[in-house]
């Protein structure tokens, strides 16, 4: 198993985020009352797709270098979010973990940021690297210390037991994705030296 990333230069007509959960759902007989269950942890999904009017021959290469090597569903693919690359606070430098986080946390805390720096709702952190990690979104606005310290709460819970000083990216954080649907095709446009095609869908995959 590999890791392939996003190529550089790489351009997409259509970029989308979801949640996959898997919830079992239960409802009272007599009172109709309804209970959720988490079977297993939620897991992000993305699709995407090139510019449906086809692109030329050098962007398509990378299309199909990518896919490629993707080897079905073999490898994974380190995806960030393309329209959020960095938080839309201002927190940057070398935060890590302030203590160790058990499974199921939605906080942590965390040193090493940017002094006084802040993180928004809706900015994703990844905690952890390589397909053990996890990547999350600040769920509450928060602004550091002076000293680049705080707490950050967030969403979804961690899976897994996270050690302390482990490292928190903020630029392009990712998860880690396999692909779900069938290996995609593309077409050439005659005439037009433009290829369609290549859209594909992916779900998270960790160890």
């Known amino acids: ?53 086809g692109i030329p021959y050098a962007q398509a290469a990378l299309w199909k270098t990518m896919l490629l090597q993707l080897r079905g569903g073999v490898n994974h693919l380190a995806v960030y979010d393309v329209a959020q690359l960095v ?8 935060p890590q973990l302030v203590g160790s986080l058990s499974a199921g946390s939605v906080s942590m805390s965390i040193d090493g940021a940017t002094a006084s720096g802040t993180l928004k709702r809706g900015d994703w952190l990844q905690i952890g ?3 053990g990690s996890q990547l999350v ?32 990216t903020w630029d392009k954080p990712v998860a880690y994705y396999k692909m779900t649907s069938d290996v995609p095709e593309w077409a050439y446009t005659p005439g037009a030296f433009l290829i369609a095609g290549f859209a594909c869908d992916f779900m998270e995959q960790w160890t």
Not at 31 to 42: A, C, K, N
Not at 87 to 93: D, L, V, Y
């Open 1 to 53: 198993m590999s890791i392939i990333t996003l190529p550089t230069g790489i351009y997409f007509g259509a970029f989308a985020i979801s949640q996959k959960r898997f919830d079992l759902k239960e409802m009272s007989d007599t009172t109709g009352d309804t209970r959720e269950r988490l079977i297993s942890p939620p897991r992000w999904r993305v699709r995407f797709a090139p510019p449906s009017v």
């Open 129 to 131: 690297t390589g397909v």
């Open 137 to 168: 979104s600040v769920t509450v606005d928060v602004t550091l210390s002076g000293a680049g310290t705080g707490t950050v709460q967030f969403e979804p819970p961690t899976r897994v037991v996270f050690a302390d000083n482990t490292p928190v």
């Open 87 to 94: 938080p839309t606070g201002t927190m940057r430098g070398t």
